[in-house]
Structure formats: C-alpha cells, structure tokens
C-alpha cells in the first residue's frame, strides 16, 4: 500500500458537484493498493499513520499526531499512485490492485483507521470521478510505502 498523506487546515471531496465529504483540521489521504497488500499492511500503515508526530504542540514544534491534535481524516482512493513510468511516456498501471481485491482491501484500511483514531473517517467513492480540495498546512506531505518501511 502507498500513501500520500498531505496536513491540511481543510479539504472535501466533490462527486458530481455536491460536496460527499470534508474535514477541517486533519489528513487528506490519498491510498494506493496493489495486489500483494494485506491485512498486515494495513494494520502497520494505520498505526503508523496515527502516530505521525507532524502537528505543532505548545511550542509550535511537531510533536503532536493526528488523535494529539483531535484532527480529521479523509481517505480518496488512488489507484495513479501505483504508476510505473519506466518505459515509454504513457504510465502503466499493471501493479494497482483490480476492484475485487482493492475494494474489500480499501474498506478495511477506514475501518482499521477509525479504530485507531477513535472517530468516523471521511472518505470520497471508490472508483468515482472526484473533485478533491485541499488547504495544505506547512505543506506536510509525507509519502508511505508499506512495502518499503523507511
């Protein structure tokens, strides 16, 4: 599983002009999976996720995570994350996991989610056509690969 994982101060997401989800304070999760992941990728990228220390404590330094902060969450699925462009100019897409597995895979990665973060996760539609806004803080992005844990 990849992820893109972007500290906002807001972000929705927008499917056929009205506005399924938003969050103020929080994460906007972009989610890649592939075939090979599994409940053991989830389980380790959740976790890590929620202990990310990227949110300003007292003193205005990154020390506090995403339950510290009381912040939000919205998980969009991306399938484009899993992109090889190693030959020609047109990315290939062979890794990304077909809805049958990446769809069972998707809803249980929320649901590991807000167990760890102890509230409801906001999420877009699986395979839709989507509108994602965002307000990036700092910018913090952080780029996770569950596969090659740095």
Do not use: C
Request: glycine fraction near 8%; avoid cysteine.
């Amino acid at each position: 599983m990849r992820v893109v994982i972007q500290r906002v101060k807001e972000a929705s997401v927008t499917i056929e002009g009205k506005v399924v989800s938003s969050i103020g304070n929080g994460f906007l999760i972009l989610l890649g999976i592939e075939n090979e992941d599994s409940k053991e990728d989830i389980d380790w990228l959740a976790g890590k996720i929620v202990k990310l220390r990227v949110f300003a404590d007292e003193n205005d330094a990154m020390n506090n995570s995403i339950v510290d902060s009381k912040g939000d969450i919205i998980v969009v699925s991306q399938f484009t994350l899993h992109a090889s462009t190693k030959k020609g100019n047109r990315p290939s897409f062979i890794k990304a996991a077909r809805p049958e597995v990446a769809i069972p895979l998707y809803k249980t990665f929320i649901m590991q989610l807000e167990n760890e973060l102890g509230k409801k996760v906001q999420t877009g539609e699986f395979g839709a056509m989507m509108d994602v806004s965002l307000i990036n803080d700092g910018p913090v992005t952080i780029a996770i690969d569950s596969k090659n844990r740095e």
